[in-house]
């Protein structure tokens, strides 16, 4: 068979007047002619260019599948990527925004910094969860409280305390009274603030009623009484690093609303 295919192309190479490719098919089916008259059995190699001489069409090779899935998933990972980088970005900024009203809420609640605590205590009726008679308490002493008064640079009033100090015994109350101005010619907002030295003191300064952190509004030329109603905590009579601090000093600084975080 593989002889009349070689001979039927030789003639038909003939027949078209291609004598190269003819010579082509000719040296191309000789090894296997060669072989075919030595009886057949020719080598791997002959065999091999046997069937190369006999096949005339063109070998294909299949091409490789691309990859779609390995691109969607590196999108999938970039959106997932940029989507918590952004939740980073948007919670950084809302904790700027919260980080001055919850640092108030800290040092109102541990007294850091000097900042005096605000009462936690019961209702008024039932006297403040204080002792009936402060001076039966173990240790308990006179503590002298002194005032301070300051108003930014900004704010056209004048504010002073009435009293320049009280003495008080741990878990008694007090009440205190600040004066304040407006001597600007409209009406003006004003906030103050406040804290207690010496620092470690801050934490058994607890205020029953306070104007700090309110607003306040003075008309021009007004002038108000502002009160402070407080106590010392009775355990202030416990801790070692109070025994020798007798004195207290309890500071407000007034500054234009616009000026204060509320």
């Given at each position: 068979?593989?002889?009349?295919?070689?001979?039927?192309?030789?003639?038909?190479?003939?027949?078209?007047?291609?004598?190269?490719?003819?010579?082509?098919?000719?040296?191309?089916?000789?090894?296997?002619?060669?072989?075919?008259?030595?009886?057949?059995?020719?080598?791997?190699?002959?065999?091999?260019?046997?069937?190369?001489?006999?096949?005339?069409?063109?070998?294909?090779?299949?091409?490789?599948?691309?990859?779609?899935?390995?691109?969607?998933?590196?999108?999938?990972?970039?959106?997932?990527?940029?989507a918590a980088m952004l939740g980073v970005a948007v919670a950084a900024v809302g904790l700027s925004y919260a980080s001055v009203p919850l640092y108030r809420i800290f040092c109102q609640a541990t007294g850091f910094g000097g900042t005096v605590k605000t009462h936690k205590g019961v209702s008024d009726d039932e006297g403040y969860d204080l002792?009936?008679?402060?001076?039966?308490?173990?240790?308990?002493?006179?503590?002298?409280?002194?005032?301070?008064?300051?108003?930014?640079?900004?704010?056209?009033?004048?504010?002073?305390?009435?009293?320049?100090?009280?003495?008080?015994?741990?878990?008694?109350?007090?009440?205190?009274?600040?004066?304040?101005?407006?001597?600007?010619?409209?009406?003006?907002?004003?906030?103050?603030?406040?804290?207690?030295?010496?620092?470690?003191?801050?934490?058994?300064?607890?205020?029953?009623?306070?104007?700090?952190?309110?607003?306040?509004?003075?008309?021009?030329?007004?002038?108000?009484?502002?009160?402070?109603?407080?106590?010392?905590?009775?355990?202030?009579?416990?801790?070692?690093?109070?025994?020798?601090?007798?004195?207290?000093?309890?500071?407000?600084?007034?500054?234009?609303?616009?000026?204060?975080?509320?």
């Amino acid at each position: 068979m593989m002889l009349t295919l070689s001979r039927a192309r030789i003639l038909r190479c003939r027949l078209h007047h291609i004598p190269s490719a003819c010579h082509s098919r000719q040296r191309s089916s000789s090894p296997g002619m060669d072989g075919a008259r030595s009886g057949g059995s020719g080598s791997p190699a002959s065999n091999a260019g046997i069937g190369i001489a006999a096949t005339d069409a063109p070998v294909r090779l299949a091409a490789a599948p691309s990859d779609h899935r390995s691109g969607s998933q590196e999108s999938w990972d970039n959106a997932s990527l940029g989507a918590a980088m952004l939740g980073v970005a948007v919670a950084a900024v809302g904790l700027s925004y919260a980080s001055v009203p919850l640092y108030r809420i800290f040092c109102q609640a541990t007294g850091f910094g000097g900042t005096v605590k605000t009462h936690k205590g019961v209702s008024d009726d039932e006297g403040y969860d204080l002792p009936a008679d402060p001076s039966t308490l173990a240790g308990n002493r006179p503590l002298k409280i002194t005032f301070n008064s300051d108003v930014s640079g900004d704010l056209n009033w004048s504010f002073r305390p009435v009293q320049k100090s009280i003495t008080v015994l741990a878990g008694q109350t007090a009440l205190a009274f600040f004066e304040a101005t407006n001597h600007s010619s409209e009406p003006v907002i004003g906030v103050a603030t406040y804290n207690v030295a010496p620092m470690q003191a801050g934490s058994y300064f607890n205020k029953i009623q306070c104007f700090c952190f309110d607003e306040q509004r003075l008309l021009p030329g007004e002038t108000v009484d502002m009160p402070v109603f407080f106590y010392i905590d009775p355990e202030y009579l416990q801790d070692r690093r109070m025994k020798n601090i007798n004195t207290m000093t309890l500071s407000y600084t007034f500054f234009h609303s616009s000026d204060v975080d509320i």
